[in-house]
């Protein structure tokens, strides 16, 4: 309901009448003043006049569906939020078991024990970063599964085009970058058999607020802050990048991969370039020529051509390998 109310607010350009509220929501007027209250406790800047009835001045910083569900268009998303959790990953997987379908997205404003590709740990700060996971089951094969990370690292730099108009480019297999400075990462973990995927979680972690990086990192990471140099509105950019990103799974999902793959490779980091790829038992130096049906990087090299499905990659930059 909270969220409803929220909406309408910010539908009305100047003051809505308790009454009205209550009239259109079917709810008694004690419900909407104890909704106005809680949502004045969280953080809105709601005014009040006797006589116009409220008006929403701000939302607070949080990734809350109330505060999210203004920019998504897909009816079927269903934001569900946590102050703190370990994983948006490890919360999204369990109630996926559970049964929760497609499209319910897990946000966080800080995670304990995030998780990023290969084992490794992923941290951001309280509030700082955007994260989130959303469960998606298409019906395709677990080999088909790596394309999932196509859509969603296309939606992650579609999201960011339009809410701050910066052109970033993907690092296979989706790693969102900024010249060599990671914005993005994306970790896309699933629960097949043989045969069949039963579910896929799509866990994306934004570098969005923050204005340093630890030492260790500096020169590998950026935030979008740091890249259009003014505070970032984190509900806004989480909220068109969820929305960009299901519009891409649901592409992916009508028309397959070959629909979004021209498009991929326009926003590709990789292509035409040399690179490096490692993978669990061996280094690969080629240039990065396509991409297989399934997600797979096609790198060409004097032997000829390879296909990989994962690996870590680095690219040949001006400073050498990055
Ligand atoms: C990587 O680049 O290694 C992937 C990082 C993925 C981080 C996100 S943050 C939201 C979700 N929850 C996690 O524990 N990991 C992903």
Known sequence: MKS????????CEDFISGEEISKKLNITRAAVWKHIKAL??????????????????????????????????????????????DSTNTLAKNAARKGEGSYTVYTAEHQTAGKGRIGRVWTSSFGEAIQF????????????????????????CSGIKIAYKQDLRIKWPNDVVYGSKKVCGILTEMSADMDRVEFIVCGVGINANQQSFPSDISDRATSIRQIVGEKIDRVRLAGIIIDEIVKYLDLYEKYGLEHI?????????????????????????GVCTGFGRNGE?????????????????SLRGVDGYV
């Open 133 to 156: 996971s959303i469960i998606f089951r298409p019906n395709i094969a677990p080999s088909q599964a790596p394309a999932i990370n196509f859509a969603a690292a296309l939606g992650v």
């Open 4 to 11: 409803e109310i929220v909406r309408l607010l910010f539908s």
């Open 297 to 313: 990087i096609e790198v060409t090299t004097d032997t000829g051509k390879a296909y990989y499905h994962a690996g870590d990659v």
């Open 40 to 85: 004045k406790e969280d953080g809105c800047i709601i005014e009040a006049h006797t006589n116009k009835g409220y008006s929403l001045k701000e939302t607070p910083d949080l990734l809350k569906p109330e505060y999210i569900n203004k920019y998504l268009t897909n009816k079927d998303v269903c934001v569900k939020w946590k102050n703190e959790t």
């Open 261 to 285: 793959l021209p498009q991929y490779i326009e926003h590709s980091a990789v292509i035409g370039k040399e690179i490096t790829i490692k993978c669990p038992n061996e280094e690969i130096i």
